[in-house]
């Protein structure tokens, strides 16, 4: 199976003319959104809180979130966001496509709109 990129642009609620735009793989793993910390901060989304995660290899690591606006595929949605590793790849994660009512085609490895939002 190949990765599945999708542009978006990440925004600070309180003014969403701050704004960042980046290539993020879908990660259908990840609950939240993972972005580089440091882009997070030059938009002015400050950290909230600390919350333990569980990595691939079962180990984990506490680390900062806040929230922020994530826009992709014409989209908008208020979503947790992970402060990063500056120089790790950016992660959309599951919560912020569900949210919109969008899923990942394994056929094709492409992201595609469901007639509806499922609220169940």
């Not at 919350?51 to 979503?79: C, H, K, N, P, W």
Request: net charge negative; proline share 6%.
């Amino acid at each position: 199976m190949g990765a599945t990129h999708v542009t978006v642009a990440v925004s600070n609620p309180a003014d969403p003319e701050r704004r960042w735009e980046g290539l993020f793989l879908v990660d259908t793993g990840a609950i939240d959104c993972y972005v580089p910390a440091s882009r997070l901060r030059e938009i002015g989304v400050e950290p909230r809180g600390k919350r333990t995660y569980e990595l691939a290899d079962g180990s984990e690591v506490v680390l900062d979130i806040g929230v922020a606006q994530i826009e992709f595929m014409g989209e908008v949605v208020g979503a947790t966001v992970i402060f990063g590793n500056d120089d790790a790849e950016p992660l959309l994660g599951v919560t912020a496509l569900e949210s919109v009512g969008i899923e990942v085609d394994p056929r094709n490895q492409r992201l595609k709109r469901l007639p509806t939002v499922r609220l169940k």
